[in-house]
Every structure is written in structure tokens, then in C-alpha cells.
């Protein structure tokens, strides 16, 4: 589940207010340890670090990452810096970034974000990618999401959060659903892979759904 971040890359999305769900696991870190700030479930989210660049370097040249985002060809390290820099020029204004990292052991497991920030009519765009395939299935990207959008909500105070994700993605369009994303458009034959054209839906949550699901 990967969608957009920055120089058209796909990057695919806490505990100030997880997902509305009074038994959904509390932050637990060892004796003498931290509480992170934007937190859910198994995992908790970081800003990104030069050291992350090998990390992110192997997970966007696998294949298996890369199918679901708008990125057909390999990146290097001068590559990947100049996108780092960049992304760290816009992060705390228009946009936030974060890696996504275990609570057992703080391993990175992806990455999400929050891009075309809109303090005024109050809205963003949803980004993630898991990067490993053997992590995906673990509940990490459907918590992070929870931590983000809690994020956007209340800390930024969000009104919108919308995501894109390709037709085929079928099984991440469940997971979107689950958390309270509503479909609201097809943008048709929007990108091209594998010779092909494939159609791109938009879906968001409001506010409104968010408050309501803590209301369920």
C-alpha cells in the first residue's frame, strides 16, 4: 500500500488519538522507555532520517514494493538523497513524513505521509508503503494509518484525507474501507504499467466519519 510523496514518487499513510477503539493496544515500550507521540497498535511513526536511505533504497527497488506505486524504474543513492532533501524541505509545512517502525524492536517496516497539506480549506493526501512483502499481513500499514489520520485530525485540524490507490490494489481498497475511506471517484486509464492502462480511484475520509466511528 503505497501512494504518493514527493517528485512524483509513490511512498503508496496515534497515540494523541488512535483509531476509536477503546481496546486498540496502548504504546508499551520497556521499563525506562518512551511513550511515542503518534503511535497504534504494533507499530509507531518517526521522522525520516538520512541513515533510512539504504533502507528506503532496497525497499524501492523491489519489484514487489513498487507494482502498486507510480515508480517503473530503479533509483540510486544520488537519487534517493536529492529526494530526501527535497522532502525534508517541505516536512512541518506542506507536508509530514514519517517512517514506520515496530514497537518491539523500533525496526522500520515502511513509510507514510501526509503531502499537499491545505491549512486553509483543511486538506492532504495519504501516502504508505509497507516495504518488505514478508511484512505486509501484520496489521503495520492499517495501524499506521490509524496513527496518521488521528494525526491529521486532531493535530492538524484536518477536515479531509484522501488517498489514491490503483484498481488493481484490490486487497489494500479493503483495507482503506475497513478504516472508514469512502470511494469517491474512478480517474480512468490515469497511469500505464506493464502495457496497459489502469484506472486510479479516489477515496477519503471526512472529520465527520472519523468522529463517528468513536462514537460506534
Same mark, same amino acid.
Given at each position: 500500500m503505497r501512494t504518493s510523496s *514527493?517528485?512524483?514518487?509513490? !511512498?503508496p499513510t496515534a497515540r494523541l488519538r488512535a483509531m476509536p477503539d477503546d481496546d486498540?493496544? !496502548?504504546?508499551?515500550? +520497556? +521499563?525506562? *522507555?518512551?511513550?511515542?507521540l503518534i503511535a497504534h497498535g504494533p507499530v509507531y511513526l518517526r521522522p525520516g532520517e538520512r541513515r533510512d536511505i539504504?533502507?528506503?533504497?532496497?525497499?524501492?527497488?523491489?519489484? !514487489?514494493?513498487? !507494482?502498486?506505486?507510480?515508480m517503473n524504474n530503479p533509483i540510486g543513492e544520488a537519487m534517493e538523497e536529492r529526494w530526501f532533501d527535497q522532502m525534508l524541505e517541505h516536512h512541518g509545512r506542506d507536508r509530514w513524513?514519517?517512517? #514506520?517502525?515496530?514497537?518491539? @524492536?523500533?525496526? +522500520?517496516?515502511g513509510s507514510i505521509d501526509l503531502r499537499d497539506v491545505d491549512v486553509r480549506n483543511g486538506s492532504a493526501?495519504? $501516502? #504508505?508503503?509497507? $516495504?518488505?512483502?514478508?511484512?505486509? *499481513?501484520? $496489521?503495520? $500499514?492499517?495501524?499506521? #494509518?490509524?496513527?496518521?489520520?488521528?494525526?491529521?485530525? @486532531?493535530?492538524?485540524r484536518l477536515e479531509r484525507i484522501q488517498l489514491e490507490v490503483f484498481e488493481y490494489n484490490a486487497s489494500a481498497r479493503r483495507v482503506y474501507e475497513r478504516l472508514g475511506f469512502v470511494h469517491e471517484g474512478t480517474r480512468r486509464h490515469a497511469f500505464y504499467r506493464d502495457g496497459a492502462h489502469h484506472d486510479d480511484r479516489v477515496m477519503a475520509i471526512l472529520r465527520e466519519d472519523w468522529a463517528a466511528q468513536a462514537r460506534d
Open positions: *514527493g517528485s512524483n514518487r509513490r !511512498r486498540a493496544p !496502548r504504546p508499551s515500550f +520497556p +521499563p525506562g *522507555g518512551r511513550v511515542p539504504p533502507v528506503f533504497l532496497r525497499w524501492m527497488n523491489d519489484s !514487489r514494493t513498487t !507494482r502498486t506505486l507510480l513524513y514519517f517512517v #514506520i517502525c515496530r514497537m518491539a @524492536d523500533d525496526r +522500520p517496516v493526501t495519504l $501516502g #504508505i508503503v509497507i $516495504g518488505d512483502p514478508a511484512d505486509t *499481513g501484520h $496489521g503495520y $500499514g492499517s495501524s499506521a #494509518i490509524r496513527a496518521l489520520v488521528a494525526f491529521g485530525f @486532531d493535530q492538524l
